[in-house]
């Protein structure tokens, strides 16, 4: 079977909004970002830079909960436990 035709099948049954999966989507960014922010963290060597890694990281987390609240609003729920503990501990 052809692959769009797949793609596009899947789409039409997809049970969420386009503002729900636009929120999806920045959830998951969110979380890389968070991800990233974490590494960048783990590899400064510069003690000039840790201020950044920290300020990066904590604004990470600040949109992450931030996107989370919305998509609790929306009715979404989002996996992503492990991230949140983390979050909530950090």
Do not use: C, H, W
């Not at 636009?22 to 003690?47: C, S």
């Amino acid at each position: 079977m052809d692959r769009i035709k797949i793609a596009n099948y899947l789409i039409k049954k997809s049970k969420y909004t386009e503002e729900q999966k636009r929120l999806l989507n920045a959830v998951d960014k969110a979380i890389e970002d968070l991800n990233i922010a974490r590494q960048y963290f783990n590899a400064v060597n510069d003690p000039r830079l840790v201020d950044y890694a920290i300020y990066m990281e904590e604004a990470a987390k600040a949109k992450y909960m931030y996107l989370l609240n919305e998509a609790k609003k929306a009715g979404l729920r989002v996996q992503g436990d492990t991230i949140l503990k983390e979050v909530s501990a950090g």
